[in-house]
């Protein structure tokens, strides 16, 4: 995953994985300041699509959460997100990914998301399938820049996510061919890194509230 996490705020918030996140609608904004993280949400497509093809039609989330820390500090042009994050899940593999055996389906989760802890065993299903416990843990400690045009906030690596900034909570969800695959307002590259190779899943919605201390942050994805 990606560098330790210095800094958390007390209690942290919390990761709820649903069929269908909240509806988010841009507004704009100003980020300036510091926020907190209160809730991430993460779609079941945006779990399952790490998956090969051959394991996602079928397969179901049967339940899972986890929990958030950490914060956004924005001045004028450079964004800074130390987080934290750690998300369970249950899942009942679809019959024909199951066939491959669940060794082979707890080694291939293992590989996918390197860090991440994943027991898998036979479900007592008819026909056969696996039933996995995941666990994905994942730190982040990153400064760059960033612009906001309308809606549209662009860091320095070329992402792009619409955000709202509205009596003091800030929202966010990634954009793109990029944001498509990834789907978080990654104020940093949080979550899930489920999918392969670097790219990360879920969308962060921070409803982040900024005080002269710190704010709140909520996140969503879809």
Same mark, same amino acid.
């Given at each position: 995953? =990606?560098?330790?996490?210095? /800094?958390?705020? &007390?209690?942290? *918030?919390?990761? !709820?994985?649903? $069929? *269908?996140? &909240?509806?988010?609608? &841009?507004?704009?904004?100003?980020?300036?300041?510091?926020?907190?993280? #209160?809730? %991430?949400? %993460? $779609?079941?497509? #945006?779990?399952? +699509?790490?998956? &090969?093809?051959?394991?996602?039609?079928?397969?179901?989330? @049967? @339940?899972? +959460?986890?929990?958030? =820390?950490?914060?956004? !500090? /924005?001045?004028?042009?450079?964004?800074?997100? !130390?987080?934290? !994050?750690?998300?369970?899940?249950?899942?009942l593999i679809n019959a024909t990914c199951s066939a491959l055996g669940c060794d082979s389906i707890q080694t291939m989760v293992r590989d996918m998301a390197p860090g991440s802890t994943a027991t898998c065993a036979a479900a007592g299903t008819t026909p056969e399938r696996c039933r996995c416990m995941i666990t994905f843990v994942t730190t982040i400690d990153e400064t760059q820049s960033y612009s906001i045009t309308g809606d549209t906030m662009t860091t320095g690596d070329g992402r792009t996510f619409d955000i709202c900034v509205d009596a003091g909570t800030l929202q966010s969800r990634e954009t793109g061919a990029r944001g498509a695959r990834r789907r978080h307002l990654d104020a940093a590259s949080l979550i899930l890194e489920v999918r392969a190779g670097s790219s990360r899943s879920a969308v962060e919605v921070p409803a982040l509230s900024a005080a002269p201390g710190m704010r709140r942050a909520a996140w969503c994805s879809s």
């Open positions: 995953m =990606d560098a330790n996490v210095d /800094a958390f705020v &007390p209690g942290g *918030g919390t990761i !709820t994985l649903s $069929e *269908g996140c &909240p509806a988010f609608t &841009p507004c704009g904004g100003s980020i300036v300041g510091t926020w907190q993280y #209160e809730s %991430i949400c %993460i $779609e079941h497509s #945006e779990v399952l +699509g790490a998956f &090969p093809a051959i394991c996602r039609t079928g397969t179901v989330i @049967e @339940e899972g +959460g986890g929990i958030v =820390d950490g914060t956004i !500090t /924005a001045t004028d042009s450079s964004i800074t997100r !130390t987080i934290s !994050t750690s998300t369970s899940a249950t899942i």
